[in-house]
Structures are given as structure tokens and as C-alpha cells.
């Protein structure tokens, strides 16, 4: 039981340059979250999956797509890269079963720099 | 933009001290979390505590909720070098149904000294 995995775990791009961020979870979760991580931000939202077969933006959408493959997978995708987007990303999911359940599990990370 | 913003920033203490990290958020809630994250690693979750509740525990950790002044506390007793980590809060605001979306704050860096 691997909890939530991401790939890959480091990446650099230059500017301009399009990539996309895997995650999967194997818990049979039914929420997928994509945060960003900066110095002194905390997370931030980007977009999320309540359930499979629906995507919505969170707090900062701008620049990023996503698609929830499955109901295991969520794809974060950057078109087109530009330096205010290196950052650490995180995937979360959780079980969201009735609404009762919050708590949300994290995958490892993936840190992106943007040249 | 943030939900909550956490006070202190940082904090250093020694091994067996307690440690106690405050969270003030801006909306009602329906609940708020702690998360802990080592660092170089994701958030691993620590303890919920809902909208009807003053105080939880789990272990060393004690959280209180205070709706009235929008304010959480963590306290944790007994402090050991493995507790070394970043904390932050998290809100779930009204009104978010059921996508479990999550608001978090800045943390705070807790650094415990052997």
C-alpha cells in the first residue's frame, strides 16, 4: 500500500517548455487536491477533484490543468512554464465519503524549477 | 489568499520543553486540522478538531478551538528531536460541501534541541 505516489520528484524546466505531474493513489479515495508549496505560503490550492469524472479551481488556477484520469489518478499539466511557477507541488487525496471525512493524505512532492 | 495565519513563525526549544503554536483564521468553520511535515516531505495529518469542539487530544498533542475569537492552539507536551517539523493549521470553511477543500495557514517551523 503505497499511499500516494507522484513523479517525478525533481524536474527543471526552462521557460516556456510544457510538462505534466503525475499522481496516483492506491486507498480508493474519491478526492484528488493539487497544492503549491512557496516559502512562508503554506499550501495553496490549485485545482481539485471532488469525485472521479469532476475537476474545479482552487485558489490559484492560473497557468495549470488538470485531468482525473481515473478514480486513481490526477494529472497536474503546465502548458507553457514560466519562472513564478517553480515551487514544490503536492498531491493530496482523501476519502470523502459523506463529507465526514476530511483528513487528507499527501504524496512525497515534486520539486519544479523554472529557468 | 491564506485562511489562517500562524504565530509563531518559529520556534526553538529544548528536548522534554513544551511547545505551543497558535492559528487564527478569518472565516467560521467547520472543522480545522494540524498537519506536521518533516522537512523535504508532504504533510502528514495530526488531528482534527470540528466547529462544537473546545479541546481534543491525541497522545502528546493537545489542541484547544476557541469559535468566539476564530483561534486554534497546538501544544505538544514532552517535545522530543523527532518532533523537529513544520506545523500548520488547515480549515475546511462552510460552505465547501463535500470537496473536503482545505484553506492552510504559513506554519510554523519547530525546531527541538537534543
Known amino acids: 500500500n503505497a499511499g500516494v505516489t507522484q513523479t517525478p520528484k525533481f524536474q527543471v524546466l526552462k521557460t516556456g517548455q510544457s510538462m505534466t505531474l503525475q499522481c496516483a493513489q492506491d486507498m480508493n479515495h474519491n478526492s484528488m487536491y493539487w497544492y503549491r508549496q512557496d516559502p512562508g505560503m503554506g499550501l495553496r490550492l490549485i485545482y481539485y477533484s471532488a469525485s472521479e469524472g469532476t475537476t474545479d479551481k482552487g485558489e490559484v488556477p492560473n497557468g495549470y490543468n488538470v485531468s482525473r484520469l481515473n478514480k486513481r489518478e490526477f494529472s497536474l499539466r503546465l502548458e507553457s512554464a514560466a519562472p513564478s511557477q517553480t515551487s514544490v507541488y503536492f498531491c493530496a487525496s482523501r476519502a470523502g465519503v459523506g463529507g465526514l471525512s476530511y483528513e487528507q493524505y499527501f504524496g512525497p512532492g515534486t520539486r519544479l524549477t523554472v529557468t | ?114
Open chain 2, 1 to 114: 489568499s491564506q485562511q489562517g495565519e500562524e504565530d509563531p513563525q518559529a520556534l526553538s526549544i529544548q528536548e522534554g520543553e513544551n511547545a505551543t503554536m497558535n492559528c487564527s483564521y478569518k472565516t467560521s468553520i467547520n472543522n480545522l486540522q494540524w498537519y506536521r511535515q518533516n522537512s523535504g516531505r508532504g504533510l502528514v495529518h495530526l488531528i482534527l478538531i470540528r466547529s462544537n469542539e473546545r479541546e481534543k487530544h491525541s497522545g502528546r498533542l493537545r489542541v484547544t478551538l476557541d469559535t468566539s475569537k476564530k483561534s486554534s492552539s497546538l501544544l505538544i507536551t514532552a517535545s522530543r528531536a523527532a518532533d523537529t517539523a513544520s506545523y500548520f493549521c488547515a480549515t475546511v470553511p462552510p460552505g465547501s460541501g463535500n470537496t473536503g477543500k482545505l484553506i492552510f495557514g504559513q506554519g510554523t517551523t519547530l525546531q527541538v534541541k537534543p
